[in-house]
């Protein structure tokens, strides 16, 4: 069990206050990724890399900032790292059809600049802009105003108990630095909808719930046994926004549980935008042989020099399998030496080398669930447990998913796999990932209506 989870089972935080504002929904998402770091041996990063940061924030941070200055109706705040190719031209993989549907000439584009994309900018059809202006105003604001450091006794005994380094005082006056700022951008803006493409833009969503904005977030990865979408806060959802568009029922369903969203009306199963484009889609890959399988690997960077030692091992008994490895971050592939039937091609995203792959390979990475939306089967290598404190139910419930601890164990299953067909794995696979647009429509029109 995560700190974060046995924290909040142990006490309850409802109403630890910071000047009228019940601050453990927004903490809550600073010892969440605190304890999922430390479970996966994440290391902090250093003092170089954390000020060669800083510097890179300062640069990107007037990239398209004259678009902050016009006119619009709608805000998506997203990251680069959500930009995929679909026909030679850059789209949100989650928020693409909507913003067509509301018109992308009435939509602004703040995205974080969390990943280099080559060229991005001359193909990129959005008003965009970096969000990190606003991440630098509101440091100029923390700067000016943190006052002397915040004393709750709730946190005192918690971070001694559990041995956490969080200093919760700085991060409260980040909270209000950023909540401020966008609070204040909003109503200079009158935006009829804020949409966010993840759980994680806490501050944003509360500046436009508190001023009566409508706030949309996308699906961003795995609900199933994640803390983030099981809050124990009954009666303070001003952290969380209205609507909340899932990528299939079987995560609708989880919400009869699970407390998010204060009107469970509000949860709308909408599929994958970039899912349901690249599935049409067909890409050359440089291979000069045929192979009985195409398999893509799917990195993690705690466990990537594992996972890649793995794959060298085995691909030297399978030469009749390719290997094509995808790395979270270039950094990943440090020890990486190609060989004839291990590959990376760097020209291409996971989806699209996924849907030209018969099996996809994992630790734990979220491309689990969506490389069955394209009809691969999985298997999850399960170095340190990890596959299994995040997939056990899900690995054990799908016959296309398999499970392996040991090179053994792996090169048994590949002399008597008997892969499913595509269609089948789809099939199987259709409550995850929703292929109609059905109940996307139905959110499109409530949405219309509240705002008209």
Same mark, same amino acid.
């Given at each position: 069990?995560?700190?974060? !989870?046995?924290?909040?089972?142990?006490?309850?935080?409802?109403?630890? %206050?910071?000047?009228?504002?019940?601050?453990?929904?927004?903490?809550?998402?600073?010892?969440?990724?605190?304890?999922?770091?430390?479970?996966?041996?994440?290391?902090?990063?250093?003092? *170089?890399?954390?000020?060669?940061?800083?510097?890179?924030?300062?640069?990107?941070?007037?990239?398209? +900032?004259?678009?902050?200055?016009?006119?619009? !109706?709608?805000? +998506?705040?997203?990251?680069?790292?959500?930009?995929?190719?679909?026909?030679?031209?850059?789209?949100?993989?989650?928020?693409?059809?909507?913003?067509?549907?509301?018109?992308?000439?009435?939509?602004?584009?703040?995205?974080?600049?969390?990943?280099?994309?080559?060229?991005?900018?001359?193909?990129?059809?959005?008003?965009?802009?970096?969000?990190?202006?606003?991440?630098?105003?509101?440091?100029?604001?923390?700067?000016?105003?943190?006052?002397?450091?915040?004393?709750? !006794?709730?946190?005192? #005994?918690?971070?001694?108990?559990?041995?956490?380094?969080?200093?919760?005082?700085?991060?409260?006056?980040?909270?209000?630095?950023?909540?401020?700022?966008?609070?204040?951008?909003?109503?200079?803006?009158?935006?009829?909808?804020?949409?966010?493409?993840?759980?994680?833009?806490?501050?944003?969503?509360?500046?436009?719930?508190?001023?009566?904005?409508?706030?949309?977030?996308?699906?961003?990865? %795995?609900?199933?046994?994640?803390?983030?979408?099981?809050?124990?806060?009954?009666?303070?959802?001003?952290?969380?926004?209205?609507?909340?568009? %899932?990528?299939?029922?079987?995560?609708?369903?989880?919400?009869?549980?699970?407390?998010?969203?204060?009107?469970?009306?509000? +949860?709308?199963? #909408?599929?994958?935008?970039?899912?349901?484009?690249?599935?049409?889609?067909?890409?050359?890959?440089?291979?000069?042989?045929?192979?009985?399988?195409?398999?893509?690997?799917?990195?993690?960077?705690?466990?990537?020099?594992?996972?890649?030692?793995?794959?060298?091992?085995?691909?030297?008994?399978?030469?009749? +399998?390719?290997?094509?490895?995808?790395?979270? %971050?270039?950094?990943?592939?440090?020890? *990486?030496?190609?060989?004839?039937?291990?590959?990376?091609?760097?020209?291409?995203?996971?989806?699209?080398?996924?849907?030209?792959?018969?099996?996809?390979?994992?630790?734990?990475?979220?491309?689990?669930?969506?490389?069955?939306?394209?009809?691969?089967?999985?298997? *999850?290598?399960?170095?340190?447990?990890?596959?299994?404190?995040?997939?056990?139910?899900?690995?054990?419930?799908?016959?296309?998913?398999?499970?392996?601890?040991?090179?053994?164990?792996?090169?048994?299953?590949?002399?008597?796999?008997?892969?499913?067909?595509?269609?089948?794995?789809?099939?199987?696979?259709?409550?995850?990932?929703?292929?109609?647009?059905?109940?996307?429509?139905?959110?499109?029109?409530?949405?219309?209506?509240?705002?008209?």
């Amino acid at each position: 069990m995560l700190d974060i !989870e046995e924290i909040e089972k142990k006490y309850n935080f409802e109403n630890l %206050v910071y000047k009228d504002i019940k601050i453990w929904g927004y903490l809550r998402g600073v010892y969440g990724p605190y304890s999922l770091f430390k479970h996966r041996g994440i290391k902090e990063k250093t003092i *170089f890399l954390k000020i060669k940061d800083k510097f890179n924030y300062f640069i990107d941070a007037f990239t398209g +900032i004259y678009n902050y200055f016009k006119d619009y !109706e709608y805000i +998506i705040f997203s990251n680069l790292d959500s930009l995929k190719l679909v026909n030679h031209e850059y789209h949100d993989r989650m928020a693409h059809s909507t913003m067509e549907y509301f018109g992308f000439e009435k939509c602004l584009y703040i995205a974080t600049n969390n990943k280099k994309l080559p060229k991005y900018k001359q193909r990129i059809k959005y008003n965009y802009a970096s969000s990190y202006f606003l991440l630098l105003l509101s440091k100029f604001f923390y700067t000016f105003h943190i006052k002397n450091k915040i004393k709750l !006794e709730a946190l005192d #005994i918690v971070n001694k108990e559990f041995k956490i380094k969080i200093d919760y005082s700085n991060h409260i006056y980040k909270f209000l630095s950023l909540y401020y700022i966008h609070k204040v951008f909003f109503k200079i803006k009158s935006p009829k909808v804020v949409f966010v493409t993840g759980f994680s833009a806490r501050a944003i969503v509360k500046a436009a719930n508190d001023l009566g904005i409508p706030t949309v977030e996308f699906q961003h990865g %795995v609900i199933s046994d994640n803390y983030v979408y099981n809050s124990p806060i009954k009666d303070d959802y001003s952290f969380q926004a209205k609507y909340l568009l %899932v990528y299939g029922n079987n995560d609708k369903k989880l919400f009869n549980s699970y407390n998010y969203i204060q009107d469970k009306n509000n +949860i709308f199963a #909408i599929g994958n935008y970039y899912i349901d484009s690249i599935q049409s889609s067909t890409i050359n890959l440089p291979i000069d042989r045929d192979y009985k399988y195409k398999v893509i690997v799917s990195l993690q960077s705690p466990i990537a020099k594992d996972m890649l030692n793995f794959i060298f091992s085995v691909a030297e008994e399978l030469k009749d +399998i390719l290997f094509i490895l995808v790395p979270r %971050v270039e950094s990943d592939l440090k020890i *990486f030496e190609e060989k004839e039937n291990v590959k990376y091609y760097p020209d291409f995203n996971c989806y699209e080398l996924a849907n030209n792959c018969d099996i996809h390979i994992s630790g734990y990475s979220s491309c689990v669930m969506e490389a069955p939306a394209l009809g691969l089967t999985n298997i *999850f290598i399960n170095f340190k447990d990890l596959s299994y404190f995040y997939y056990e139910k899900y690995i054990k419930s799908q016959s296309y998913n398999y499970s392996v601890n040991t090179k053994k164990d792996f090169l048994d299953l590949f002399s008597s796999i008997n892969l499913q067909t595509k269609e089948s794995v789809l099939r199987e696979h259709n409550r995850y990932f929703m292929h109609s647009t059905v109940e996307r429509d139905k959110f499109l029109k409530i949405l219309k209506q509240e705002i008209h």
